[in-house]
């Protein structure tokens, strides 16, 4: 009996086994040996979840035989490179080439890193030097590298400006801000916009729907700043890891720790930047920022679609949100600061609020458009992605919060309308706006200018730019908006001031 209760137990044992194989599906069968059930129980994880396509041999390059691979110029701006096949030993970047007239002056495309101060002399100090870039030929190569070199491989984001940089026009009365106190939202406005927008000039038929041949970035490196990308509010973060989940950030340490090696170094693709390069281009002024002159390059009118919809789909935002081109019920966001802090910061006056509300609702009420009324930092990230991925046109006073233009959809009435203290004037957003396909407007008061136009302003930042007094006539907003919905072909401007006397420009 005892004989024939082991055999039953063993034939049910080996039944369990056999139905296990059957039913569970393939994909979901784990590749483990019963030793390493013994050692390894923790860690069992499906064969198919680890796909990883390259090797340990892969971090290194060499061309023993071959000839020291040369550099290539693929794209270029003045203070916007990209380059292929770049070294790096000791802390300076190296071209290598036969051909040293295929690439621009170098000081059109690098900078010494030192901070602007505006004294006598610093100009000339920023001018780079052989510590910062040189370009040499293959034999010299062959002699500072011999015939190897560590690699980074994909694509790298180098930004070569010092931590003091100064990204934001309204800070400029404060020379010490470093990149991690100017607003978050002008940091990726001003760089990271800027590299893809360099970076998306190599690939001319990005579609509609964010789909590009170009291979995602690995990283952003930082060789004079600390900590660049991370801001108190925490946008930075979120949209550079939802863009690029892989991406790595090295900063000045990691740089003196990679030149300290006394090794070379071999990056695949770089696209590189300096703002102090960049102030050289001719038509960097009147507007004073990096992404006007990297929109001199060819592009795709999509080029931002992949980044678009990489953040959105990160958010969960519903394909109907993602996708260019859809149409529907217009959606008005207008993005209140009353409650923003600090107190006494930019805010419009209460009647100007209270007037704005009401001339809105009456919209929504008349027209049946949506009209969301938000204080974006009362949102999360996702909420106020996913929102601003739906409207159509935005409102908000000059501030953090138009940032979330970035992620409107495109189209003919796409509106972005900015109220300024009279009569100052930013391009902050209105740049990133026009580049990105989004008209935008200005208003001052019961008065509007197309930031594209003859009516456009000289930037500017009067006294009270920055207080709890701005004005604002609702029914003026509400009747640009209703203008923008019904005839969006139709660009006015409602200004009876004499732009000559404010110092008007022509864009």
């Known amino acids: 009996m005892f004989l024939m209760s082991r055999r039953r137990a063993t034939v049910l044992l080996i039944l369990i086994v056999v ?20 050692s390894e129980v923790t860690s069992l994880v499906p064969s198919e979840a680890l796909p990883y396509t390259s090797k340990f041999s892969d971090n290194r390059i060499n ?6 691979p040369q550099t290539t110029l693929q ?17 300076t970047l190296y071209v290598v080439t036969d051909d040293p007239t295929a690439f621009p002056p170098l000081r059109e495309m690098i900078c010494t890193g030192i901070p602007a101060n505006g004294n006598k002399g610093n100009e000339a100090a920023r001018e780079p030097t052989d510590a910062d870039m040189r370009v040499i030929d293959i034999a010299e190569a062959t002699r500072l590298f011999g015939y190897s070199a560590s690699r980074l491989g994909g694509v790298t984001m180098l930004c070569n400006d010092p931590d003091q940089c100064k990204y934001s026009n309204s800070r400029r009365k404060s020379p010490s801000f470093t990149l991690t106190e100017v607003s978050p939202c002008l940091t990726y406005l001003e760089v990271f916009i800027g590299f893809w927008r360099t970076y998306s000039s190599l690939d001319l038929n990005i579609t509609s729907n964010g789909d590009t041949v170009l291979p995602p970035v690995s990283r952003m490196i930082f ?62 002024q009147p507007d004073a920022k990096m992404i006007s002159v990297a929109d001199h390059l060819p592009k795709s009118p999509y080029w931002w679609s992949p980044i678009r919809r990489q953040v959105l789909e990160f958010v969960k ?47 929504e009420a008349r027209y049946g458009y949506e009209v969301n009324i938000v204080e974006m930092e009362k949102l999360s990230k996702a909420e106020q992605f996913k929102l601003a991925g739906r409207t159509t046109i935005m409102i908000g006073v000059h501030g953090n919060g138009l940032s979330s233009l970035l992620w409107m959809r495109p189209s003919p009435i796409a509106t972005v309308i900015e109220i300024y203290f009279p009569p100052g004037f930013s391009a902050d957003y209105a740049i990133p706006a026009r580049i990105l396909g989004i008209e935008h407007y200005g208003v001052w ?7 594209e136009s003859e009516h456009r302003p000289k930037q500017q930042q009067p006294d009270g730019f920055h207080r709890d007094k701005i004005p604002a006539d609702g029914p003026t907003i509400a009747a640009l908006c209703a203008e923008r919905i019904n005839h969006p072909t139709r660009l006015s401007s409602k200004i009876t001031i004499n732009i000559r006397d404010i110092g008007g420009t022509n864009v």
């Open 19 to 38: 139905s296990c194989c059957v039913f569970i599906p393939q994909s979901k069968r784990f590749s483990f040996t019963w030793a390493r059930y013994k």
């Open 445 to 451: 008061g019961d008065r509007y200018f197309r930031t």
């Open 317 to 363: 935002a519903p394909e109907e949100t993602i996708a260019l081109g859809g149409s529907g019920n217009p959606v008005i966001t207008y993005i209140s600061r009353q409650n923003s802090l600090p107190i006494g910061g930019r805010k419009l006056t209460q009647d100007g609020h209270r007037s704005l509300v009401d001339a809105l609702l009456g919209l």
């Open 63 to 68: 061309w023993t035989g071959r000839g020291t």
């Open 223 to 284: 060789p004079h700043a600390k900590n660049a990308f991370h801001d108190h509010a925490g946008v930075n973060q979120v949209v550079l890891r939802a863009a690029f989940p892989s991406i790595a950030f090295e900063y000045k340490d990691d740089w003196i720790d990679r030149a300290s090696t006394g090794m070379p170094i071999y990056l695949d693709r770089v696209v590189l930047t300096s703002r102090s390069t960049i102030k050289r281009h001719k038509n960097y």
């Open 75 to 91: 794209a270029h701006t003045t203070g916007w490179s990209v380059l292929d096949s770049l070294y790096a030993f000791n802390g």
